[in-house]
C-alpha cells in the first residue's frame, strides 16, 4: 500500500505505468471499464503491453482503440468476438493471444489476489483450450491446471470511492474490478465519485482501500 | 430444401418448450442463458420463482431493458441492456464462476453449432478465422447441474445440427442433457439420444432423415407441446 497520497491527476497516474506492463483492465463489454485510464493509455502511446481483460471492447472503442493504435503486443483474456480486430491481428501474427474460459480466467485473476499459485478446473478438459496443460483425475472426472494470473498493473473501474480508497460498484460494472484490484501489483482506480472517509456504510465496501494504490475520478 | 417451420416460429416453439421444462419442475429454480434463443426463455417464465443469473454477476436477471430504461451499465452476458427483478444481486466475475462451477445453478440453456449422439456439444467457436473468444460456454456446460441445448434442428444450408461426431471444437464432453429443437425433444438417457416429443409438421422418417446422429424413439412418443 502506497504512504503518499491517493489521489492523483490522470497524468500523474498514467506516468505509473512503463511500457511493455502486463496490465489488467476491467470491464465486460462496454460496462465497467476504466473509460479515461483507457483513453489515456491509448494517448499515451506506449507499446508492447500484455492487456489482460475479458474482451477489447469493440473496433475502435474503448479497449479496441489498444490494438488499433499498434499498442499491443499480447492479450490473456476470453472473448475477443465483439471486436474482429482481434482475430485479423492474431491470424497476422501481430499479436499473441491466450483464451481461458471466462471462469477460469477470472479464478485465475482471483488465485493470484490470495496467494494461489494454481488450482484446477473442470472447464475445457479435453478441448483445444486445454492443449499443454496438465491436467489431473479427482473422482473420475478430469480436472486442468490453471495457473493464477499477475499484473504489473490494474486499471479499474469503481463508483465511489471514499478518502482512504475503499471502493464501492454500480450494478454489473462490477465485473473483474474487484479481483483485478486486489492482482495486480499497482491498482489504479477510476470512480464516479469521491467521498469523504466514514461515508461509506463499512457494510457495502467491495474492495477495502489496501488494494487500491491510486485514485482519479472521472471527468 | 424447404423450411418446414419458419424461423421466428421455429425461435419461439424452442424457447417456449425449454421454459415449459422448468415450469413443470414447480420449485425455485436457477438458470443461466446464453444469446439468442436461450434468451428468449425469458420470456415464457414471468411471475415464477425462477431466478435467472448472469455470469458477467447478477442474479435475478429482469426482461430486457425497454427504450427508455437503458443503462449501459447494467447488462446481461450478451451485453443486452436488462432490467433488475426484486431481490436481485450483483457479485464480480470470479464469485459469478464459483456458482456456476459450484453446482449452484440448476440449468445452463445454450445454443450450439453441433450436438453429438454422445452428448458431446459444439458451440464456442466456428474456426473460419474470424472468430476467437470462448466466453463462459466451457465453465457452463461443464459446471450447471443440467445442461438443455436450444438450438434449431438444421443449419442454414439444411445440414444436420444433430451429428454423429462434432465435426466442429468441442465445448465439452458428454454433457448434455436435453437437446430441443422445432421439430424434436431429445433426451440424453443411460447415453442414448432419445426422442420424447416430436413436432407435428415431421413424421418419424422425415426426422429421421433430418437428424444424422443416431437416436432411439420413446414408448411415450408425443408431439411437442408449448
Redesign the interface.
Known sequence: MRDQNKFLSIEQALAEIKAGSRIMIGG?????YPEQLVEALAASGLRDLTIIS??LGSPGVGLGKLLTNGQIKALIG?????N?E??EA??EGRIQ?T??????F??A??AASVGIPAFY?????????AVGKETREFSGRTYVLERAIHADVALIKAHKADGLGNLV???????????MAAAAALTIAEVDEIVPTGALDPESI?TPHIFVDVIIRSA | MTTLVPDSEARVRIARRIAREFLEQNRKLVINLGVGIPTMVTNYIQGRDIFIQ?????LGVGRLAGEDEI???????G?QPVTETPGCS?????A???M??GRHVDATVIGAFEVDQEGNIANWINPN???????????LV??AKQVIVGMQHLTRDGTAKLVKRCSM?????AEVDIVVTELGVFYFTDARLVLQEIAPEVSLETLTVLTEAQFVVSRNLKTITV
Open positions: 465486460f463489454g462496454l460496462a465497467g475479458n474482451d476470453n472473448y475477443y468476438n465483439w474482429p482481434v482475430a492474431y491470424a493471444v483464451l481461458l474460459p471466462q471462469g477460469s477470472a479464478e485473476i482471483r478446473s473442470a472447464a475445457s478438459a479435453g478441448t483445444d483450450l460498484y454500480y450494478k454489473t460494472a462490477r465485473n473483474f474490478n474487484p479481483i467491495v | 448472469a455470469e458477467n454477476g447478477m443503462d449501459r451499465q447494467l447488462i446481461n452476458a451485453r450483483y457479485f464480480d466475475s470470479a459469478s464462476f464459483g456456476i462451477r478465422g474470424k472468430q476467437l473468444g470462448v466466453g463462459g460456454a466451457m465453465d461443464t459446471g471444437p468441442i465445448t465439452g464432453f
